[in-house]
């Protein structure tokens, strides 16, 4: 889609950890949370892709943090990501648009096109249950954003009433699980409709559960269903995107925060880690 960033050599390269491979990849895709739970600006923006781009891939808004940037203005932050082979992805906020309507919508996906996005979030899990969009609903919006020219990635998540921050230890009556069939049987709608990659949103599975409590019977049903290529996983908390990396793998696709890009990284290619870094490794300096 862009021009690929030349991989620069590095004075530490002669240790043995693992190497990015080139971007455009098409597994192990990393996407960051833009400008949301922090101001995200456009020189911190640029700082962060200069020195950290070769390993991030994508872009996330959230919220529709970027309806209240100018045009002007969102068009630089996107220039700057493609700059650095790095897709932008609006993040949900379809939902919220419509409440306006199907007209809406679609001057919605047009505008995203007009701006420059590459990727249209399209999700539903913050709708209250009686407002829920059907499966239908949401497969014809994956259908025309394909059309458009951008690639749809629907989100799925196993609870009613999830994202934008809500908890799950604030919310537990309020919050309504749904069946695994039914959750599985989405997913492959999206699929079937043409979605490339599908968003998988963290609350009800890791977020704000206790270790012992996390949904892993999910995760594990959608890995043996889709395999990890067609997945992304919400991992905003560094002890569930280590969990990742641990038992899926390095090739997983993970959504994290843009402030745990580093510590990331260290992980995932195996700069740091924990005590497994050293298992059966002789220590000795002669």
Same mark, same amino acid.
């Given at each position: 889609?862009?021009?690929?960033?030349?991989?620069?050599?590095?004075?530490? $390269?002669?240790?043995?950890?693992?190497?990015?491979?080139?971007?455009?990849?098409?597994?192990?895709?990393?996407?960051?949370?833009? %400008?949301?739970? #922090?101001?995200?600006?456009? $020189?911190? +923006?640029?700082?962060? +892709? =200069? =020195?950290?781009?070769?390993?991030?891939?994508?872009?996330?808004?959230?919220?529709?943090? *970027?309806?209240? /940037?100018?045009?002007?203005?969102?068009?630089?932050?996107?220039?700057?990501?493609?700059?650095?082979?790095? *897709?932008? =992805?609006?993040?949900?906020?379809?939902?919220?648009?419509?409440?306006?309507?199907?007209?809406?919508?679609?001057?919605?996906?047009?505008?995203?096109?007009?701006?420059? *996005?590459?990727?249209?979030?399209?999700?539903?899990?913050?709708? %209250?249950?009686?407002?829920?969009? #059907?499966?239908? =609903?949401?497969?014809?919006?994956?259908?025309?954003? #394909?059309?458009?020219?951008?690639? %749809?990635?629907?989100?799925?998540?196993?609870?009613?009433?999830?994202?934008?921050?809500?908890?799950?230890?604030? !919310?537990?009556?309020?919050?309504?699980?749904?069946?695994?069939?039914?959750?599985?049987?989405?997913?492959?709608?999206? /699929?079937?409709?043409?979605?490339? +990659?599908?968003?998988?949103?963290?609350?009800?599975?890791?977020?704000?559960?206790?270790?012992?409590?996390?949904?892993?019977?999910?995760?594990?049903? +959608?890995?043996?269903?889709?395999?990890?290529?067609?997945?992304?996983?919400? #991992?905003?908390?560094? %002890?569930?995107?280590?969990? !990742?990396?641990?038992?899926?793998?390095?090739?997983?696709? /993970?959504?994290?925060?843009?402030?745990?890009?580093?510590?990331?990284?260290?992980?995932?290619?195996? /700069?740091?880690?924990?005590?497994?870094?050293?298992?059966?490794?002789?220590?000795?300096?002669?």
């Amino acid at each position: 889609m862009f021009n690929v960033t030349s991989k620069t050599s590095k004075p530490f $390269d002669f240790i043995t950890t693992s190497k990015p491979s080139p971007k455009p990849r098409k597994n192990g895709i990393i996407e960051v949370r833009g %400008p949301y739970y #922090s101001a995200v600006t456009l $020189d911190y +923006l640029k700082g962060l +892709l =200069d =020195d950290w781009g070769e390993y991030i891939d994508g872009l996330k808004f959230a919220g529709g943090s *970027f309806s209240l /940037l100018s045009e002007a203005r969102l068009t630089e932050y996107i220039k700057i990501c493609h700059n650095h082979d790095v *897709f932008v =992805d609006t993040g949900g906020w379809i939902e919220r648009v419509l409440v306006d309507g199907k007209e809406v919508v679609d001057k919605y996906i047009s505008t995203c096109k007009k701006v420059g *996005f590459d990727i249209v979030e399209v999700s539903s899990g913050m709708a %209250p249950e009686i407002m829920n969009m #059907s499966v239908g =609903d949401k497969v014809a919006i994956v259908k025309k954003i #394909s059309q458009m020219g951008m690639k %749809p990635k629907p989100e799925v998540s196993i609870m009613v009433g999830a994202g934008a921050g809500t908890h799950v230890g604030g !919310y537990e009556e309020a919050m309504k699980y749904r069946n695994i069939e039914d959750f599985v049987k989405e997913t492959r709608a999206y /699929l079937d409709a043409g979605a490339e +990659l599908i968003m998988v949103e963290s609350e009800g599975i890791t977020e704000d559960l206790p270790q012992e409590k996390w949904r892993v019977d999910v995760i594990q049903r +959608l890995l043996k269903e889709f395999g990890y290529e067609k997945l992304m996983f919400e #991992s905003s908390d560094p %002890p569930v995107f280590k969990w !990742y990396l641990k038992n899926v793998g390095r090739d997983v696709n /993970l959504f994290i925060d843009h402030s745990q890009t580093v510590e990331f990284t260290a992980w995932k290619y195996g /700069l740091w880690g924990d005590k497994e870094i050293w298992k059966g490794k002789t220590i000795e300096y002669k």
